[in-house]
């Protein structure tokens, strides 16, 4: 059984009257892609730069692998890179340099850093931007940039503040296969997002956290079984034969409804119980023409657990 990568105990973070991060307890496995959804403002960042030793907690501690964020930051510190949010280039102006002195700092020699900048920069369709000023990259260039230092850096836990913010669709899928490729390779990895098809197609195990607090954990699955009637069954059969016995019989299910010769249920564990529905109508006769199960979104299961939509 894997270890966690990451303990967050009590975690609580204020900036004066703000509580951004309000008692914050989660586990981040060992090899998963954990991601940390919710809105602008909810503490995702607050959250990701505490774990990264940015911030200390107000109150609570954070351990990764072992190790407290409050008593063994410089330890911390070693385990982990991170792709901050807004990218901050620094004195040296160019992807090319920044990337030469972040291979440094991380360990590599001069040859071996030229070479794996080379490789990561290629991979992330960064060369041709290599000796251009950082003023004239555009948005979604220096995400890529952030993104290329923690490939460079290799940590065992990789923390990615919305890596794929205003990045155009086609690279976002590049950026997320990357970002697949580095977990299979043994980096544990965090991503703050606000976006749910990003969470859905990336993330292992998501958390919803909403003004500060968190609201639900656990596979896109069990975020979505957690809504009552959370899959939709629906079956057309050949004739107008669904009556009210049907409907009675089925209401055991969870909500039906019937509109001319389409059955909708509402229901937990559709893929499974929905065979005992065709077993059902079969043994009366009824043939079915068609039947699908539409999961509810995970903008569903956020507005079900915060009351709130996810992107006003
Ligand atoms: N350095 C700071 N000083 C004061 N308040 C802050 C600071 N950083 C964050 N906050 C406040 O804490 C709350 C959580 O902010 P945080 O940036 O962690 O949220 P977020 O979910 O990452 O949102 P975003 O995607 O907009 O960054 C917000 O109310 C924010 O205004």
């Not at 292992?204 to 079984?225: A, F, Q």
């Not at 059969?237 to 001319?260: I, T």
């Amino acid at each position: 059984m894997p270890g966690n990568a990451v303990e967050i105990r009590g975690f609580t973070k204020r900036f004066g009257e703000t509580v951004a991060v309000d008692n914050l307890t989660l586990d981040i496995y060992d090899g998963e892609i954990f991601g940390l959804l919710g809105p602008n403002g909810s503490g995702k960042t607050t959250t990701l730069l505490t774990i990264a030793t940015v911030y200390k907690p107000s109150s609570g501690d954070i351990l990764v692998y072992g190790h407290s964020v409050v008593r063994e930051d410089y330890v911390v510190r070693k385990l982990i890179g991170i792709a901050f949010q807004e990218p901050k280039a620094m004195w040296v102006d160019k992807p090319w340099d920044l990337l030469i002195w972040h291979a440094k700092i991380s360990g590599y020699s001069s040859s071996d850093a030229r070479r794996v900048v080379r490789e990561v920069m290629e991979e992330l369709g960064l060369w041709e931007h290599r000796n251009k000023y950082f003023y004239q990259l555009s948005g979604g260039t220096r995400k890529k940039v952030e993104l290329a230092k923690v490939l460079i850096q290799k940590p065992r836990l990789a923390i990615l503040d919305e890596p794929t913010a205003q990045v155009d669709v086609i690279t976002k899928h590049v950026l997320w296969d990357i970002i697949k490729k580095m977990r299979k390779q043994g980096t544990t990895i965090i991503i703050a997002t606000n976006d749910m098809f990003e969470a859905e197609k990336v993330c292992e195990r998501i958390g919803i956290i909403y003004k500060g607090r968190l609201r639900k954990v656990g596979s896109i699955e069990e975020l979505k079984d957690a809504i009552p009637g959370g899959d939709i069954v629906e079956i057309s059969v050949e004739e107008d034969v669904l009556g009210e016995a049907v409907l009675k019989d089925l209401s055991v299910y969870g909500r039906v409804e019937v509109s001319g010769n389409v059955l909708r249920v509402y229901m937990n564990k559709g893929e499974e119980k929905s065979l005992e529905i065709l077993e059902y109508l079969r043994k009366r006769g009824i043939s079915v023409k068609r039947i699908m199960i539409k999961e509810p979104t995970l903008d569903d299961v956020f507005m079900y657990v915060t009351g709130a939509k996810l992107r006003e």
